[in-house]
T-cell receptor
Framework: KQEVTQIPAALSVPEGENLVLNCSFT??????LQWFRQDPGKGLTSLLL?????REQTSGRLNASLDKSSGRSTLYIAASQPGDSATYLC??????????FGTGTRLKVLA | AAGVIQSPRHLIKEKRETATLKCYPI?????VYWYQQGPGQDPQFLIS???????DKGSIPDRFSAQQFSDYHSELNMSSLELGDSALYFC???????????????FGPGTRLLVL
């Protein structure tokens, strides 16, 4: 059974720092991987999608990479801002089409 | 661009009542997924439909049922509601491509259900 772990579970940093959030799958056979942002009580905002033929995606200050050999993904946030404070979820499909979500990283960026 | 539409956005029910959540996928999308996110938890897959047929089933209680209609919208029916059913319910849609497995799921804003 696919399980997804995100490290760290929570993170508090001063504004301006560069951050790395980690996501690890027990089954490395991942097809699509997506990173989401979720604000408290709100829906899912898609940040980056890495499709099966890709290894990396970039959008603005965000960069996500996927190492299929190890089943690990990282989300890099450059020059963090207080507005980046939220919970970040990774989710992937492997063998089936449903997404398996990670446990999430709660990020707080202090002004 | 059109997105996934879910209705209602908020719903309050009493225990043992019934609730129906609706999902309208992006035009031309033929696959719908339902997820449940309890308080402080990550989203969990419930059920999915492809071309109006159930394609996969997750941890969906027997009290819940769902279907996809001819216009591809989907409804999640929840009966005998329990306090533990209080959650955010997401619907996602995609364009099925079973051979290439390149499906991208687009998520709706969710329906927040509160059972009192």
């Amino acid at each position: 059974k696919q399980e997804v772990t995100q490290i760290p579970a929570a993170l508090s940093v001063p504004e301006g720092e560069n951050l790395v959030l980690n996501c690890s799958f027990t089954d490395s056979a991942i097809y699509n991987l997506q990173w989401f942002r979720q604000d408290p009580g709100k829906g899912l905002t898609s940040l980056l999608l890495i499709q099966s033929s890709q290894r990396e995606q970039t959008s603005g200050r965000l960069n996500a990479s996927l190492d299929k050999s190890s089943g690990r993904s990282t989300l890099y946030i450059a020059a963090s801002q207080p507005g980046d404070s939220a919970t970040y979820l990774c989710a992937g499909t492997s063998g089936t089409y449903k997404y398996i979500f990670g446990t999430g990283t709660r990020l707080k960026v202090l002004a | 661009a059109a997105g996934v539409i879910q209705s209602p956005r908020h719903l309050i029910k009493e225990k043992r009542e019934t609730a129906t959540l609706k999902c309208y996928p992006i035009p031309r999308h033929d696959t719908v997924y339902w997820y449940q996110q309890g308080p402080g938890q990550d989203p969990q897959f419930l059920i999915s439909f492809y071309e109006k047929m159930q394609s996969d089933k997750g941890s969906i209680p027997d009290r819940f049922s769902a279907q996809q209609f001819s216009d591809y919208h989907s409804e999640l029916n929840m009966s005998s509601l329990e306090l533990g059913d209080s959650a955010l319910y997401f619907c996602a849609s995609s364009l099925g491509d079973r051979f290439a497995n390149q499906e991208t799921q687009y998520f709706g804003p969710g329906t927040r259900l509160l059972v009192l």
